[in-house]
Nanobody, 124 residues
Framework: QVQLVESGGGLVQPGGSLRLSCVAS????????MRWFRQAPGKEREWVAG???????????YYADSVKGRFTISRDNAKNTVYLQMNSLKPDDTAVYYC??????????????WGQGTQVTVSS
């Protein structure tokens, strides 16, 4: 089991910046990738960014087109933490942001975990 705790959300003006944090605990040895999702009111949950934690592609990052060039996902393995640095924020970025962890127990076993979410509001 993996526990995820998020922080860093808040209210910012358009063009401002926020840095979200996600601390993982529990069976973190099994985590292979970390992701950020977001969900705005009345909309479907949207994938934002991902980073590989282990394996030959460890450290590789991926971004949704809507945030490329503005958001950066990173990791601090010593602190079991992933970050989402959000710059040049737009009103459309307003959403609850969720941290996600993917664990691979074996070639035939995979489990995902979710954080509680943190609110990001970008004022008009």
């Amino acid at each position: 089991q993996v526990q995820l705790v998020e922080s860093g959300g808040g209210l910012v003006q358009p063009g401002g910046s926020l840095r979200l944090s996600c601390v993982a605990s529990g069976s973190i040895f099994s985590v292979k990738a970390m992701r950020w999702f977001r969900q705005a009111p009345g909309k479907e949950r949207e994938w934002v960014a991902g980073i590989n934690i282990s394996g030959v592609i460890s450290g590789s990052t991926y971004y949704a087109d809507s945030v490329k060039g503005r958001f950066t996902i990173s990791r601090d393995n010593a602190k079991n933490t992933v970050y989402l640095q959000m710059n040049s924020l737009k009103p459309d970025d307003t959403a609850v942001y969720y941290c996600n962890a993917e664990s691979e127990i074996s070639a035939r076993s995979r489990q995902t975990y979710w954080g509680q979410g943190t609110q990001v509001t970008v004022s008009s």
